[in-house]
């Protein structure tokens, strides 16, 4: 069955430091991935946008890998801040698909 | 400009009960999807409307639920004869053009009781 992973459900770091958030699909064919930002209470907020002829975006301190080889995606972000701290969603477009898929969510602390 | 919206923000309704759950699309998004987020769960696809086409139901899980898209706009999410597994925050989202690739705006949700 399709399945999209997010490697952990939270993440605590250290401020400063940078975070890498993993989103591992099987049994898809991507045609492309998006990463949101979900705060309690509210509905998730688009991040960024990778094509899967695209290795790799930037935005600010936001980074973002796509390897269809390995099926994963590394959502990054640097010199973090306490106001990263919230759920981080992949989802993923399948080639002749419309709606996205999503993953489960890390919930992201970072800690001053 | 506004974003979407959705109305109520919460719903607590009584088993067995129909409920109907409003979204307002960005003005000018052509398409529009409902989602459903369990608690702990992931977003769960449930239907797409693109224009003045067929909607794409694949992710609806029953019968009793349905959607209607008025006039390209808003769109009424309906869940009929209620059960408590129909608990959970029921998401809205638009984007300018299904068909293309662009990022979804989402409302804030109206978040379902069934008592």
């Known amino acids: 069955s399709q399945k999209i992973e997010q490697n952990s459900e939270a993440l605590n770091i250290q401020e400063g430091k940078t975070a890498t958030l993993t989103c591992n699909y099987t049994n898809y064919s991507p045609a492309y991935l998006q990463w949101y930002r979900q705060d309690p209470g509210r509905g998730p907020v688009f991040l960024l946008l990778i094509r899967e002829n695209e290795k790799e975006k930037r935005k600010e301190r936001l980074k973002v890998t796509f390897d269809t080889t390995l099926k994963q995606s590394l959502f990054h972000i640097t010199a973090s801040q306490p106001a990263d701290s919230a759920t981080y969603l992949c989802?993923?477009?399948?080639?002749?698909?419309?709606?996205?898929?999503f993953g489960t969510g890390t919930r992201l602390t970072v800690i001053p | 400009g506004a974003g979407v919206s959705q109305s109520p923000s919460n719903k607590v309704t009584e088993k067995g009960k129909d409920v109907e759950l409003r979204c307002d699309p960005i003005s000018g998004h052509t398409a529009l999807y409902w989602y459903r987020q369990s608690l702990g769960q992931g977003l769960e696809f449930l239907i797409y409307?693109?224009?003045?086409?067929?909607?794409?139901k694949s992710g609806l899980p029953s019968d009793r639920f349905s959607a209607e898209r008025t006039g390209g706009s808003v769109s009424t999410l309906t869940i009929q004869r209620t059960q408590q597994e129909d608990s959970a925050v029921y998401l809205c989202?638009?984007?300018?053009?299904?068909?293309?690739?662009?990022?979804?705006?989402f409302g804030p949700g109206t978040r379902l009781t069934v008592t």
């Open positions: 989802a993923l477009v399948r080639t002749g698909a419309n709606n996205l898929f």
């Open positions: 989202a638009s984007s300018l053009d299904g068909r293309e690739i662009h990022e979804q705006y």
């Open positions: 409307f693109q224009g003045n086409s067929a909607p794409d």
